[in-house]
Each structure stands twice: as C-alpha cells, then as structure tokens.
C-alpha cells in the first residue's frame, strides 16, 4: 500500500518531503506554531470563565431584601455554554485559515494562459459576442417589421 492509502509504504518521510507534499501549507513548523498559539489561547480563555451557579446562588443570596436583581440584564453564562461558544469561534478562526490555505493551494495548480493564448481566447470571445449580438439584432429587426406587418 502507498501512503496515501493510509498505509506506509516502508519509506521515511522527512519534513521536507511532507512539506512538498501538503498542499497549501508552506512550513509544517510554522502550521505547529500556529496550532500552539491557538491552544494557548484557548487555555487564557479558560481562566476567564464566568461564574458557576454556586458561586451565582452565593452572590443572590447576599443580595439585600428588597433588592431585585436588574431585569435588563441577561445574567451570567454557565460553563458550558462559555465553552460551547469558544469552541463555535475557534472552529470559525480554523475553518477561515483553512479555507484561505486551501484557495492558495488551488491556485498554484492552475495552469495560466501565456500572452500568446490569452490574446487568441480574448479574440475568440470578443468575435462570438459580436456574431451573437448580430444574431439577437436581427432578429429583433425581424420581429419588430412582423409585429408592425401584423398590428399596424
């Protein structure tokens, strides 16, 4: 089996080689370096959590009789929810460079038109429309004299 079937084929790989290989990502260390800031941010994120609902029920219970908490506020997040909301953007944050990757890898497969072939397409284009234009006036002219023919 090769590798691309999933299997090794008895061959060392080295960075280099796997770099060539994968499409759109220039440097697999600096793609590490990328996944690295991504997990340490994720683990500041963490430290920002809100509060949980015992802490929530502690901080109403210390609230004054009488008081009523503020009905213009939406209240505080549970963990999970905070969690499932990081989760949301970086996934975001993932599939957006992942996109930009992949369209780069695309585009460096394209095969380009030189000058010369550029120029003949242009021209070819440029003729068709003409021709086809021709065409719809002349029928327009066709039917325009067999309307006036007809209800005049």
Request: charged content about 30%.
């Amino acid at each position: 089996m090769s590798e691309k079937d999933g299997e090794p084929n008895g061959e060392q790989v080295d960075a280099e080689q796997l770099d060539a290989e994968t499409p759109g990502v220039e440097d697999a260390g600096a793609l590490e370096a990328a996944e690295a800031d991504v997990a340490d941010e994720a683990e500041t994120d963490e430290d920002k959590v809100v509060a949980t609902p015992t802490q929530r029920r502690s901080r109403t219970s210390s609230r004054p009789a009488g008081r009523t908490p503020d009905t213009g506020s939406t209240g505080t997040r549970t963990r999970a929810a905070a969690e499932r909301e990081r989760a949301a953007e970086q996934r975001k944050k993932r599939d957006l460079g992942r996109f930009l990757r992949e369209v780069v890898a695309e585009l460096r497969k394209v095969i380009w038109p030189g000058r010369k072939e550029l120029i003949t397409y242009t021209t070819v284009v440029i003729i068709f429309v003409a021709v086809m234009v021709a065409i719809v006036a002349g029928l327009d002219l066709l039917f325009a004299q067999g309307v006036l023919a007809v209800f005049g």
